[in-house]
């Protein structure tokens, strides 16, 4: 049963346009969302979060929206850079008691062309 | 660098055996967390040990253990090995063990042949 799912595999934008990775969740007990990009051969990295509480998260060049009617979330990256090209993870947890684990969709792969 | 240590990077061992895959967490991390990523799949949740103690447990198989040291450091084990146990296997820690990113390492290959 998959949790998180992020339903486009990959995805190739131009340096200097918006990227959009899209991400959808079934469990109405996640509260906390991440995103994390990966390069091969390196463990994932953390880039940004959102609670529940908020509908907009924005760091730099990095913003996550979060939709919870539609149990959607979605990261854009503006202005898209060659560095950017990378797996990118969506995670989302719930806390139980004092314990929490994050759920990972299972990747889109963003290619940034000059 | 994300501060978590994991060894060895690669593991090449046979069906049937067993072993033990190593994580230093960040300095001052207490919680610890192991995850296993197969071919083309997300990563898996394994198991989270908090200062010690077992806190949450994912799709763990019985062949496969885990501990968390008093120096904090965490041990995954992995024994009657299989074909279908390649993968690759991260550990990541976070200071807390409710909300709080994940760091993880750059995680140990092991193949089994």
């Known amino acids: 049963d998959q949790q998180v799912k992020q339903n486009s595999p990959s995805l190739s934008v131009q340096e200097g346009r918006i990227s959009i990775l899209n991400c959808d969740y079934t469990?109405?007990?996640?509260?906390?969302f991440l995103w994390y990009k990966k390069y091969p051969a390196e463990g994932p990295t953390f880039l940004i979060s959102i609670s529940s509480i908020k509908d907009k998260n924005e760091d730099g060049r990095f913003t996550v929206f979060l939709n919870k009617s539609a149990k959607h979330l979605s990261l854009h990256i503006v202005p898209s850079q060659p560095g950017d090209s990378a797996v990118y993870f969506c995670?989302?947890?719930?806390?139980?008691?004092?314990?929490?684990?994050?759920?990972f969709g299972t990747g889109t792969r963003l290619q940034v062309t000059l | 660098d994300s501060g978590v240590t994991q060894t060895p990077k690669h593991l090449i061992t046979a069906t049937g055996q067993r072993v033990t895959l190593r994580c230093s967490p960040r300095?001052?991390?207490?919680?610890v967390y192991w995850y296993q990523q197969s071919l083309d799949q997300g990563l898996q949740f394994l198991i989270q040990y908090y200062n010690g103690e077992e806190r949450a447990k994912g799709n763990i198989l019985e062949r496969f253990s885990a501990q968390q040291f008093p120096d904090l450091h965490s041990e995954l084990n992995l024994s009657s090995l299989e074909l279908g146990d390649s993968a690759l296997y991260f550990c990541?820690?976070?200071?807390?063990?409710?909300?709080?990113?994940?760091?993880f390492g750059n995680g140990t290959r092991l193949t089994v042949t």
């Open positions: 300095s001052g991390d207490l919680s």
């Open positions: 990541a820690s976070s200071s807390t063990a409710g909300y709080s990113p994940l760091h």
């Open positions: 469990n109405s007990m996640f509260d906390y």
């Open positions: 995670a989302a947890s719930s806390l139980t008691g004092t314990a929490s684990k994050l759920t």
